[in-house]
C-alpha cells in the first residue's frame, strides 16, 4: 500500500494557497519538494504529518486519512531545519523522548536510544546539551530522535541548509540508507538542485503553491512548455 497520498489535496494558511496537489509515494522511495522561498514546500511537508485538516482532497498515510489517525500511531518521523531539540534535556533524553510518551520500558528506552545513536556516530555525545554540540551533531540527534521511532515516514525540512559541506557530504550517506535500512519512505524539502538529484529518486517542483511537475532526477533539467518553470530551472528561452 502507498505510504502517503496527496488526493486533490487544497489548503489556505494566511496568504498561501496550496491548490489541487496530487502524488503519491512509493514504498522505501525518497522524495524530493523543491522550490523557492514562499513557494509552499514546508506547509506541505506539516500537511503530510496531519498538522492541518484539507480544505478540499485528502492526504491519505498508508491508505486512511491521517487526521483520523491518532498522533501516537502515525509513526512519522519530523525534522526540522532548526532542530527543534530540547534545550534543557541531553541528547539521550532528547533522543527517548517520543519513546518516552509511548510509555515504552526503560529498558527499551535506553537500549534503542543507545542504538540509534551508535548507528549515526553520536554515542559519544549522549550526555551532552544541544548548545554544545556542532551543527552536524545536532542534525543527527533530530534524525536520531525520529528515527528511534521506527517511522512508516520520514520528513525532512531543509535538513542540510546549515551544514559545511564536509558535513553535508556525510548526511547525505547517511539517509541514502535510510528507506532500506528503515524500511520507510522519505519526502524532503529543498531549495538545492543538486542535492535533489543526488537524494531522491523523484521531485515535484513547487511555486506559489502549486506543484508545476514532477519528474525522475535525472530528467530535471528537461526544456517544457511552461515558461515559468524553465526560468526556475535556469534553462534559458533561446526561442
Not at 502515525?74 to 531539540?85: K, P, S, T
Not at 540508507?177 to 538542485?193: E, M, S, W
Amino acid at each position: 500500500m502507498t505510504p502517503l497520498t496527496f488526493d486533490n489535496f487544497c489548503l489556505t494558511r494566511g496568504s498561501m494557497h496550496i491548490r489541487n496537489i496530487s502524488f503519491a509515494l512509493e514504498e522505501r522511495e525518497t522524495f524530493a519538494i523543491l522550490g523557492r522561498t514562499g513557494a509552499g514546500k514546508t506547509l506541505l511537508l506539516e500537511s503530510a504529518a496531519g498538522f492541518y485538516a484539507p480544505e478540499g482532497g485528502k492526504v491519505l498515510l498508508y491508505g486512511s486519512p491521517v487526521q483520523d489517525i491518532p498522533l501516537t500511531e502515525r509513526r512519522i518521523g519530523f525534522v526540522y531545519q532548526d532542530h527543534a531539540l530540547f534545550p534543557h534535556m541531553s541528547v539521550e533524553a532528547n533522543i527517548a523522548y517520543g519513546l518516552r510518551v509511548r510509555h515504552a520500558p526503560r529498558d527499551e528506552q535506553k537500549n534503542r536510544t543507545r542504538d540509534i545513536a551508535s548507528m549515526l556516530g553520536i554515542e559519544h555525545v549522549l550526555k551532552s546539551y544541544p548548545q554544545t554540540l556542532s551543527g552536524g551533531e545536532k542534525q543527527r540527534v533530530a534524525l536520531a530522535r525520529a528515527l528511534v521511532l521506527r517511522p512508516r515516514l520520514l520528513l525532512l525540512d531543509e535538513p542540510f541548509s546549515s551544514l559545511d559541506p564536509a558535513t553535508k557530504k556525510k548526511l547525505y550517506d547517511e539517509v541514502r540508507t535510510i528507506p532500506q535500512k528503515f524500511d520507510c519512505a522519505v519526502l524532503f524539502v529543498t531549495h538545492d538542485f543538486r542535492e535533489a538529484q543526488m537524494l531522491a529518486s523523484r521531485i515535484g517542483i513547487m511555486d506559489h503553491g502549486n506543484m508545476l511537475c514532477i519528474r525522475r532526477s535525472e530528467d530535471l533539467f528537461a526544456r517544457s512548455n511552461h515558461a515559468g518553470l524553465n526560468a526556475f530551472l535556469g534553462l534559458e528561452d533561446n526561442a
